[in-house]
């Protein structure tokens, strides 16, 4: 079930590469996201586990876009940081929570935000499946993650995730994480899910997005390393770019 969204077709389009800001992380969110656009990113995305209340939400999503080129999209941990501000959101359903909340129970809550206050967000929805790590993303979510080395589970939540009807699947590592999504659990994630797919979580480095963005993922994620290592992003991005290359 594809969205007619002009988001969701510009998605859906090659391999790009995003850039998280998490406004509880981040000192500075106009300079990093000054920098991310400079370095070349395809889209920003803001949000984070914890921290973030709504009031943040939009002072922040509303000074990124003013120096951001870039689609700006919400990237929720909570229903607390919805904000009418940015072009769409990422409506996630953790779908390997053991907890009933992280699945349907937050997204009854924040449909109903978004239908009565923030009617301009395009909504993305997104199977949102936590991988190894799964860092705190995955911990405060109550996520059963998906071993790095099961691949073949990997595709099962994204063979689930179509079958459903999501359009849109985001493998997530956990921001931080000690290793990325496996390589491996991307290609069969892949070959399972033909609308948009988006991994993220532990990439620090050109060799290492590459890697994954060779498997043709819609979007790779990066958050930290902006952060962290910021000379290392446009190396990031120029990755993503060489590997989408056919
Ligand atoms: C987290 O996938 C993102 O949701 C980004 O992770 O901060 O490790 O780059 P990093």
Redesign the pocket.
């Known amino acids: 079930m594809r969205q007619a969204g002009r988001l969701y077709e510009y998605l859906l389009e090659g391999v790009k590469h995003f850039t998280?800001i998490?406004p509880d992380k981040t000192a500075d969110p106009v300079r990093i996201a000054r920098l991310a656009v400079e370095a070349g990113t395809d889209g920003i995305?803001v949000?984070g586990s914890t921290g973030v209340c709504e009031s943040q939400m939009a002072e922040v999503v509303r000074d990124i876009k003013s120096v951001a080129s870039v689609p700006v999209i919400l990237?929720p941990g909570s229903v607390a940081q919805l904000t009418g501000e940015a072009d769409g959101v990422l409506f996630l359903s953790v779908l390997n929570s053991l907890d009933p909340y992280f699945i349907v129970g937050a997204q009854v809550q924040g449909a109903v935000l978004i239908a009565k206050r923030f009617k301009s967000l395009e909504v993305i929805s997104t199977a949102y499946v936590i991988v190894g790590d799964g860092?705190a993303?995955g911990f405060l979510s109550m996520a059963r993650p998906v071993p790095y080395e099961r691949p073949d589970i990997a595709a099962a939540y994204a063979l689930a995730a179509r079958y459903i009807g999501f359009s849109a699947l985001?493998l997530?590592?956990?921001?931080?994480?000690q290793r990325?999504v496996p390589p491996e659990a991307v290609r069969a994630a892949r070959e399972a899910f033909p609308r948009v797919l988006i991994?993220?979580?532990?990439?620090?480095s050109g060799e290492a997005a590459y890697s994954i963005a060779r498997e043709r993922p819609n979007v790779v994620?990066?958050?930290?390393?902006a952060e962290e290592r910021p000379e290392r992003l446009a190396e990031i991005v120029r990755a993503v770019k060489a590997a989408a290359r056919p």
């Open positions: 998280l998490d995305l949000g990237f860092g993303a985001y997530e590592a956990g921001s931080g994480a990325p991994v993220g979580g532990g990439i620090r994620v990066t958050g930290t390393i």
